[in-house]
């Protein structure tokens, strides 16, 4: 939980910096656009464009600093429901299970709440949106793990690349 606690400490700062930086540029492009309507076509297009380009910019900043704190939250609620943390074809297989085992679930579920007639819609959305939150939780962990399998794999590869160049270099003498 610390982890995640010095993660949101060190990220919260910069997710609302980059945040308001991307508003003060959207901002600043529809003023410029109100501003210059009646000017020449060309800098009217071209100025608020590149605004909104700068505007893209520190929203795509701020997602990197939102995906690495939902990928620690990830792992400490994984770690609550007893997944243990490997990096493994077998954990993305686990997962798969996991969703189809929701789907089964909310899907017996599901007519049961059809019976109720006060709370029976309201327990259907609830069991529909819990199975959902959930489904998205496993796919995101089948994701980060196959990323992390990939990579490792990658860097397994580039390692043995180097290595052969630097084996090479020896004999050769150079």
């Known amino acids: 939980m610390n982890a995640v606690r010095e993660e949101i400490r060190y990220s919260f700062p910069k997710l609302v910096a980059n945040v308001a930086i991307a508003l003060v540029f959207a901002g600043m492009s529809y003023l410029v656009l109100w501003t210059l309507n009646s000017t020449s076509a060309e800098i009217a297009f071209l100025l608020p464009i590149g605004l909104l380009l700068a505007a893209g910019i520190f929203l795509i900043r701020t997602l990197f600093d939102v995906l690495t704190i939902v990928d620690n939250v990830t792992g400490l609620f994984l770690r609550r429901l007893g997944i243990k943390e490997g990096w493994s074809k077998q954990r993305i297989f686990n997962d798969i299970i996991y969703i189809v085992a929701i789907l089964l679930v909310a899907a017996t579920l599901f007519p049961l709440f059809s019976n109720l007639s006060n709370f029976g819609p309201l ?12 489904i998205l939780l496993f796919v995101y962990d089948i994701g980060r793990t196959f990323y992390r399998i990939t990579e490792a794999k990658a860097i397994s590869v580039a390692n043995r690349i180097s290595n052969s160049s630097n084996d090479e270099e020896k004999i050769n003498g150079k």
């Open 123 to 134: 327990l259907q959305e609830i069991t529909t949106y819990g199975a959902l939150g959930l």
